[in-house]
């Protein structure tokens, strides 16, 4: 297919998906479905001209008509200075376990139980709703230059969905887990959950106002949010993050750094190569506040003149764009015992109500918290409800007043410590 393509075009790449999921789904406490998915498809790209081109399709014997399809679309596609790489070896990387990738549904089943079973003995009132997904993902790469990147992952995907009413009162958390290796981290996982669960049957009140405020790691994806925008080479191509043109200045406190770390076991973001053949590596993008690089795939790092970065991510359907493959939040030197135990009167952030909510690429936010907590006198006192918090990371992160020693994985692929701002603008409700 390469070289049929290469009859009428300069460059030609295929890349192949095959999956294979199991999913069990609990609603309201009860096991409620079972489903096995497989799913294979077949995407091309070609250089023809100069122009770029894509098509894809999910019946892997049309070769004919996909490649009729990517040279059409190549003849009327963007004009873009871009190399397929060559074959270079990348980082070595478990992330397939055969013991996960074979795990069968009675223990999947088994894990929702054991889920359910933790959450009700925090609250017995609570109604719980849980999918766990197994799945086994290959993907195939082969291009015009040489490249053949084979990936093989066993992901693991837990969501959890607790919902707790007392009257008019609605409790909602919304959690997700996700690893590549059989382990006891979910059970982790789970006991934060229970915590959340225990401390929110005591109410508090707090008033409006700038306080400090306190995101947990499920809360601080509010904050990291913003940076992954801003950090995204196609937004500093078009210049529209704020980061674009400031690389080498101080833009952030020192106590900030962030990372992108495809070389992580177990991790379900991790691989030798991108989806474009192109090897990962690990990379400092804000070293102790001081901006020091940006994620970028073939196309964006040849748009802005620079290399890419290994973060090409694509969907079988949807051509590749930058991504993060592990964003690392660096951990502080301040258990967070000791920083709840320094605030006198403030909010500690556990779960927003939505993300994206604001002038994302902008660094602002505003957004409703669905749990939350008011710290007073250096305890968690109580839950408040109808509360927001609003702000500017670019202005915000200027002045971390902590980072806690603990970190957790969040949304899979976010490690977050938690983050103490000294001053920000919550508003509660009346």
Excluded at 149 to 171: C, F, H, N, Y
Excluded at 268 to 280: A, F, I, K, L
Excluded at 384 to 409: H, R, T
Aim: glycine share 10%; charged share 25%; net charge negative.
């Amino acid at each position: 297919m390469l070289e049929r393509v290469m009859q009428v075009g300069e460059q030609a790449e295929l890349f192949e998906i095959e999956s294979e999921s199991t999913k069990i789904g609990f609603q309201a406490n009860k096991l409620k479905s079972f489903e096995v998915e497989e799913t294979q498809g077949m995407a091309a790209r070609a250089v023809v001209e100069g122009r770029l081109g894509f098509a894809a399709s999910s019946d892997v014997t049309a070769v004919d008509q996909l490649i009729d399809h990517v040279v059409a679309s190549a003849r009327l596609g963007d004009e873009i200075p871009l190399c397929f790489p060559e074959s270079r070896p990348g980082p070595e990387v478990q992330i397939y376990d055969a013991g996960l990738a074979e795990l069968p549904p009675p223990r999947l089943i088994e894990m929702g139980e054991e889920i359910i079973e933790a959450v009700l003995e925090a609250d017995e009132s609570a109604m719980v709703n849980v999918d766990l997904t197994r799945r086994v993902r290959e993907s195939t790469l082969r291009n015009s230059a040489g490249a053949e990147v084979v990936v093989r992952k066993s992901p693991l995907s837990i969501m959890v969905a607790v919902e707790r009413v007392r009257g008019d009162d609605v409790l909602a958390l919304f959690e997700y887990f996700s690893t590549a290796a059989l382990d006891e981290e979910y059970r982790d996982f789970v006991s934060r959950i229970a915590e959340k669960l225990r401390l929110g049957r005591r109410s508090a009140t707090l008033s409006s106002g700038q306080m400090p405020v306190l995101f947990s790691p499920t809360g601080a994806p509010l904050l990291a949010l913003p940076l992954i925008h801003g950090l995204d080479g196609k937004n500093v191509y078009r210049g529209i993050s704020p980061m674009a043109r400031r690389a080498g200045e101080p833009i952030f406190d020192e106590k900030l750094s962030v990372l992108d770390d495809p070389t992580l076991d177990g991790r379900p973001g991790s691989s030798s190569h991108d989806d474009e053949g192109v090897p990962r590596r690990r990379k400092a993008l804000i070293d102790q506040g001081r901006l020091t690089g940006f994620v970028y795939d073939l196309k964006t790092a040849a748009l802005a003149g620079t290399e890419p970065t290994g973060n090409g991510e694509r969907g079988l359907f949807s051509p590749p764009s930058p991504s993060f493959s592990n964003m690392v939040v660096g951990a502080g030197k301040t258990p967070v015992e000791e920083i709840i135990a320094g605030i006198d009167r403030g909010l500690l952030v556990e779960t927003p109500l939505g993300l994206g909510q604001g002038n994302v690429i902008s660094g602002r936010f505003s957004n409703n918290l669905s749990l939350a907590f008011k710290i007073e006198g250096g305890e968690i006192v109580g839950r408040v409800k109808d509360v927001s918090v609003a702000g500017n990371i670019y202005q915000d992160l200027q002045d971390i007043a902590a980072v806690s020693v603990e970190s957790e994985w969040v949304y899979g692929g976010i490690r977050l410590p938690y983050m103490l701002l000294s001053r920000l603008n919550v508003v509660t409700k009346g």
